[in-house]
């Protein structure tokens, strides 16, 4: 009788303290349509830092990341509206767009995703760029 009050406490501790993760992957927070709302450069040349952040308006550029692997990008620059599409994976923290660049996860949580990238010219040269989206 002891051995099985012992055992049954064992199990219930065991069910109640495994909790169940529900903590998705980047891959699947990245689905959705998001609105980038800002943008922080640093240009490093001269031995110095140049730093720079933009402000967007609501509708100036959204993305959207469908599961089918495809991401849809609309927007407005100096030439008027665009739109483009491209295929892309996320490996890891790694955002790999097809034919162009690898772009760092820096931060996916809910609602807000910041993506950076670094472009290496020499090796005191190169620009960084955190974009920074609302879903």
């Known amino acids: 009788m002891k051995k099985t009050i012992v055992s049954m406490l064992a199990l219930s501790a065991l ?10 992957s980047s891959s699947d927070q990245i689905i959705g349509k998001w609105t980038l709302v800002s943008h922080y450069e640093n240009q ?3 031995n110095a830092p140049h730093r720079d952040t933009t402000l967007y308006p609501s509708g100036y550029e959204t993305i ?3 599961t089918d692997g495809k991401l849809y990008i609309q927007g407005i620059d100096m030439n008027g509206p665009y739109k ?4 892309y994976k996320v490996d ?3 955002l790999i767009l097809q034919g162009q660049d690898t772009l760092k996860i820096s931060n996916i949580s809910g609602a807000d995703l910041q993506l950076y990238v670094k472009y ?11 974009a920074n989206y609302k879903k």
């Open 15 to 24: 069910v109640f303290s495994c909790k169940k993760d529900d903590k998705k």
């Open 44 to 46: 490093f040349y001269s």
């Open 64 to 66: 959207e990341f469908k």
């Open 84 to 87: 483009d599409t491209t295929a």
């Open 92 to 94: 890891g923290s790694n």
């Open 120 to 130: 290496q010219y020499a090796a005191d040269e190169y620009d960084e760029l955190w």
